[in-house]
């Protein structure tokens, strides 16, 4: 008789099973733990899932366990619960869910190194440099200020772009040393900082006073309320009791400046996790948490995976923002994971913003999450007045108003800062022949090319291929190519031309392309560099830059016309943010937005009503709709090179989930998504809706596993996304 055992072991693969192998024995192979196994002709690193006496193959056809890495499991058992339940609730491959959670060294294989987290700080000499001593060694000068709020680890140091000379040569003058994390003392927290306005000193004493056990709280604070301040001494009380914080923000909120903040108030360090790190870096932040050598763990969204030893708190910092959904692959909402492992691991989580989701706003107003306001800033300022310029025979000045322009110019007189918002880069979106109307366009999707003026280049901004600019129209020949529209880059040489004394700033995915931009241009805008700020989104979010007083937005006209059913969030979200940045200091201030449409009932209700108050009046839209969050929503999309095979895959999906609906399950066709056609590929989805959320969850345990043995299935690209956020 065999002693041999079998487990069940996840792998990386897309299917939806797990697989069995035989071990020796069970005790050096606890659930949790990483095994090599062979798979097909290749090896695999997996975890172990469970532990079982019989396989339901015949046992001369399981293979055996290869290498077993792990003497004790990865993570905690709320963890294993967290990414099980994952796995099941989006519909995700189980093997695929547990890699996508681990750091890409322990994928591979390599041991969980309990090395010490290597950081650099400044030496006695380096603290008593001033800048004179330099001269014009501004990248030393970046390095020793970054130091100076206390010591960093190599993956701020990295992220925050400065290169290893420059490391290199401050390590020659011995101004900076080598540490490790545990040498280093503990620092005083920040007692300078001033004392929490009364409304924040509501908000954290509720806070702290739940912090013994599972809650949710939605943090709703209007722009400039100082939610961070409320965040840091919550997190200040964790930290005294032995345990850990975990904060996600959004991608573009984790710059030097936030950390620096977080790091004065809090005097402790402060692990980071996001895209920006290399392998090593992520491997060594994540061993810190699980290890508990840190106390504050600070990431993006795939951050919320990290397994704490000590786990006191999660909070989730604009919590309204897209990017927390993951849009491809393992289709998870990281605020909604928030959620679970908050409950499995019995603390309290908070959710924050200034324009809470819709999902959120109505779980506080029904009284499952705990509700608290800050109606007031800060500062003690007051909120900036609105205007609407009707654009409608407005004399222009590419997309300036004449009105528009003579706000700007009375602001940038009085010393202040503008901020002119318009979410779309590049130089124009058209290049369009005048002669014959053809208009340069990507086959790929059938939408036109935006022109790069400064790239010299043509860039589809749906799939990214790119092309020369053509010296002709391919239609009929003529050289009169005009560009139609203003993206960032036209806009900023029409400012740059009415306002020749001032310094434009101009912030979009390409101005911020390199490493270290981004933060670089943030805190020029802080010192006071430029006077005018021009941007995409990206300058919309959780920034405070202290001396704008007017904020600028520009062609919002198409997102009033969008058919996704959360165009209204989306815009009120969008230019509450964006009119936030304005007056943060104190200062009166205002925001001019220009549109054609200026009765349309959103801008009247955007002038005249603050968020909490839209929000209300959308949801009661979105309950007589029976749309979420009063119901759940799924999406099954598919794409492939022919039509005809989405077409036919969905045939036969759709048959599949209508013999096996429930009543409460409604089922709309599928219908082509709004861009039919994007790189190539012919897109159709079939939204599936319910306000039975555990029917649907049903519905779909029961049709993936029918509708992937269906010949149709194989010859498109298909999945589900569960609360999909992009439904047009
Ligand atoms: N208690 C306080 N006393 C004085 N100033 C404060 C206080 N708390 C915060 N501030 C200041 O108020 C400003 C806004 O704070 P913060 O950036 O945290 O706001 P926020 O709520 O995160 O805003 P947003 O949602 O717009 O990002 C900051 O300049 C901050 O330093
Ligand atoms: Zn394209």
Known sequence: MSTESIIEVALPVPMRRTFDYKVDSLT???????VQVPFGRRVMVGIVVAHKDTSDWPIEQVKAVETIFDDVPLWTPNIDKLLRWASQYYQHPVGEVFHHALPKRLRMGDAPDASDIEVWRLTDA???????????????????????????????????????????????????????LSDLPTQKPDSD????TTEQAIAITALQRHLDGFHVTLLEGVTGSGKTRVYL???????????????????????????????????????VIHSGLNDSERLAAWQAARTGQVSVILGTRSAIFTPMKNPGIIIIDE????????????????????????????????????????????????????????????????????????????????????????????????????????????????????????????????????????????????????????????????????????????????????????EVARIDRDSTRKKDSFSRIIADIQDGKYQI?????????????????LVAMLDIDGALFSNDFRAGEKISQLLTQVSGRAGRAGQPAQVVLQTHYPEHPWVQQLMT??????????????????????????????????????????????????????????????????MTKKAGKYRWQMPLLSAQRAALQRLLFQCTGLIEKTPEAPKVRWHIDVDPIETT
């Open 233 to 271: 001494d919550v997190i200040a009380d964790v930290i005294a009791a032995g345990k850990q914080a975990l904060i996600l923000v959004p991608e573009i909120g984790l710059t030097p400046q936030t950390l620096a903040r977080f790091r004065k108030h809090l005097g402790v360090h402060i692990a």
């Open 319 to 502: 919590e309204h923002d897209a990017s927390y959904k993951q849009q491809d692959g393992f289709r998870y909402h990281g605020r909604d994971l928030a959620v679970m492992r908050a409950k499995n691991e019995g603390i309290s989580l908070i959710l924050g913003s200034a324009t809470p989701s819709f999902e959120s706003f109505q779980n506080a107003l029904s009284g499952r999450y705990h509700h608290l306001q800050l109606k007031h800033r800060a500062t003690g300022g007051v909120m900036p007045t609105m205007n609407v310029v009707d654009m409608r025979q407005q004399t222009l000045e590419g997309p300036l108003s004449a009105p528009l322009i003579q706000t700007m110019q009375k602001h940038l007189d009085a010393g202040n800062q503008v901020l002119v918002f318009l979410n779309r880069r590049g130089f124009s979106p058209v290049l369009l022949c005048h002669e014959c109307g053809w208009f340069a366009e990507c086959g790929r999707c059938e939408r036109p090319y935006t022109w790069h003026k400064n790239q010299r280049r043509l860039t589809c901004h749906h799939c990214a291929t790119e092309r020369p600019i053509p010296h002709q129209c391919e239609q009929c020949g003529s050289t009169q190519l005009l560009p139609v529209g203003h993206g960032t880059e036209r806009l900023q040489e029409v400012i740059e031309t009415q306002f020749k004394d001032f």
């Open 126 to 180: 380096g603290q008593a440099l001033t800048i004179h001593d330099l001269g014009r060694a501004k990248k030393q000068w970046k390095l020793l200020s970054l130091l100076s709020s206390g010591p960093q680890d190599k993956g701020s140091i990295t992220a925050a772009g400065v290169a290893k000379a420059t490391i290199d040569a401050l390590l020659e003058k011995q101004w900076i040393e080598q540490a490790t």
């Open 193 to 196: 900082a001033p004392p929490p």
């Open 533 to 549: 700020l021009l941007g995409t989104q990206m300058l919309a979010k959780g920034h405070d830059f202290g001396k704008v007083s």
């Open 28 to 34: 050096h192979c606890a659930i949790g733990c990483r």
């Open 609 to 674: 009503e603050d968020y909490s108050a839209i929000a209300k009046d959308l949801l009661k839209e979105r309950e007589q709709a029976l749309l979420p969050p009063f119901a759940s929503l799924v999406m099954v999309r598919a794409e492939a090179s022919q039509d005809n095979l989405v077409r036919r895959f969905f045939e036969s999906a759709e048959q599949i989930i209508r013999q096996h609906a429930p009543k409460d399950v409604m089922i709309m066709p599928a219908s082509p998504c709004s």
